[in-house]
């Protein structure tokens, strides 16, 4: 294993329409490694990762993936199959079993042969607890089996890194568990992933580093034991505290 | 009795089924270049030049303000007197219902390739698909589904709609009707009634396995 983080991100910034989203972000992941983003909506979270897939165009500054900086267009393409990112809203394809909707990628975008393809797919929908859903559509499964999908979609494209973008967002509570048991499952195999998410005990539990983004900046980057215990910024401090029920907590005292 | 004989009176009936044979030869020549050129247009009108859209927004309120008939009346007797050119009935109505049909067409395309989400195309990008593999596996298929149903009630209107062009002396199913309805005005007065519900029939029998086919596309696609 060398030392080379698989991704670097250097003074990273990004306008829209002459607002600032990021600016000037600089951290990088190794390997293994899993980072959670979080931050009050419109830090900039989703932008960042949209920015590692080439979803959005930085501004300027650059990324590099295993020590190579990703230049243009025709680099994209190469990028994001060994980039996998699942989306809030799941967006398998309505039109394609669930079979299909894991298969088209490997079989289409890597030129891996069908059956070999079929066969993984039938093993990894089996270990996210899907095995009976093989032939179902998106549209008969519910939110958190949809988001399973999604992750095992992404895998099987065997990224180096895994972006997952609120992946919990639009679930039910019930639900949420069952997806971020399976992102659990995949930190502790060893998957490199950078995780924007609002539930913050999973972010406890799976991150080993927690970088805190407002207003478009890093405001801390630290272990999460640190991060959520002892921030040492009054706004991450607020930010933290809105998860907490304050009326509830003056009701009981 | 003999105001339903006249239906088989003579040649009558045969008449009947070539008018009918006009009918559907005006109204599959027009579908079939209002499906290609509405697919072409449809991918121009999803493009954002300004210029480009505004040309394709008069297009369709033209066609959708205009009624078919002042259309048909304008390249019939307008290009006549105008231009002194003259073109056969069954060339006007072509124009005309080609004129309509690849603008709503085009419009029906567009919306079903616009209505489908941008996460489609992110997602399918996040795969590692190319623009051409995102269009042919992801987003063609996708616009087809919703675009079928919509295409042939369209089809339908249309072969519904030519019955106007008896109007500029074209003689299809309904200009043959009234033919057969005033030859026998003296001793079957009453005939009219039968001969417009041959008419109803004829039509029912062109239009109908048509929404059978919708009907059974919407059915496996929904």
Redesign the interface.
């Known amino acids: 294993m060398s030392n080379q983080p698989i991704l670097q991100v250097n003074h990273l910034s990004k306008n829209f329409d002459g607002n600032g989203v990021l600016k000037d972000v600089t951290f990088s992941l190794n390997e293994g490694e899993v980072i959670v983003v979080v931050g009050p909506s419109g830090c900039g979270k989703s932008t960042l990762l949209r920015c590692v897939n080439g979803l959005e165009r930085p501004d300027s500054g650059e990324i590099l993936l295993d020590g190579a900086r990703i230049d243009d267009a025709a680099d994209l393409v190469r990028v994001r199959r060994q980039v996998g990112m699942v989306f809030q809203s799941y967006d398998l394809f309505p039109h394609m079993d669930v079979l299909a909707n894991l298969t088209l990628g490997p079989v289409k975008a890597l030129k891996r042969p069908r059956a070999e393809v079929e066969a993984e797919a039938e093993r990894a929908l089996a270990r996210v607890d899907l095995a009976d859903k093989l032939h179902a559509l998106p549209r008969q499964l519910s939110g958190g089996q949809k988001q399973r999908v999604a992750l095992v979609r992404a895998m099987l494209m065997r990224p180096r890194l895994l972006l997952l973008d609120e992946i919990t967002a639009a679930l039910d509570p019930e639900m949420v568990r069952e997806v971020l048991n399976v992102v659990l499952d995949l930190a502790r195999d060893g998957m490199t992933m950078l995780i924007v998410t609002h539930e913050m005990r999973f972010a406890e539990a799976v991150a080993d580093r927690v970088l805190f983004l407002e207003g478009g900046s890093v405001l801390e980057s630290a272990p999460p034991k640190a991060f959520f215990h002892h921030p040492q910024t009054d706004r991450a401090r607020r930010f933290l505290d809105t998860f907490e029920f304050d009326a509830v907590k003056q009701r009981v005292e | 009795m003999q105001d339903l004989a006249v239906l088989f009176r003579g040649s009558n009936l045969a008449r009947l089924l070539g008018g009918l044979g006009v009918t559907l030869k005006l109204s599959l020549v027009s579908v079939a270049l209002s499906v290609a050129l509405g697919l072409v247009v449809g991918a121009l009108m999803t493009l954002k030049n300004p210029v480009v859209r505004a040309f394709f927004r008069l297009w369709l309120e033209t066609v959708r303000i205009v009624p078919q008939l002042v259309l048909l009346f304008l390249v019939y007797f307008g290009l006549a007197k105008a231009f002194n050119l003259q073109i056969s009935g069954e060339a006007a109505a072509v124009a005309v219902f080609t004129f309509w049909g690849a603008g709503e067409m085009g419009d029906l395309v567009r919306g079903a390739i616009t209505s489908i989400?941008v996460?489609?195309r992110?997602?399918?990008?996040?795969?590692?698909?190319?623009r051409g593999?995102c269009w042919r596996?992801?987003l063609l298929?996708?616009a087809a589904?919703r675009l079928v149903p919509q295409a042939i009630n369209l089809a339908t209107r249309m072969i519904k709609t030519t019955s106007l062009v008896m109007l500029i002396g074209v003689v299809e199913v309904l200009k043959v009707g009234s033919q057969i309805i005033d030859a026998a005005r003296y001793d079957a007065p009453q005939a009219a009634v039968w001969v417009y519900a041959a008419v109803f029939f004829l039509y029912f029998l062109a239009c109908w396995p048509i929404s059978l086919v919708a009907g059974r596309l919407e059915k496996r696609?929904s």
Do not use: I, K, Y
């Open positions: 989400p996460h489609q992110e997602s399918s990008a996040a795969l590692g698909l190319t593999q596996f992801v298929p996708q589904r696609w």
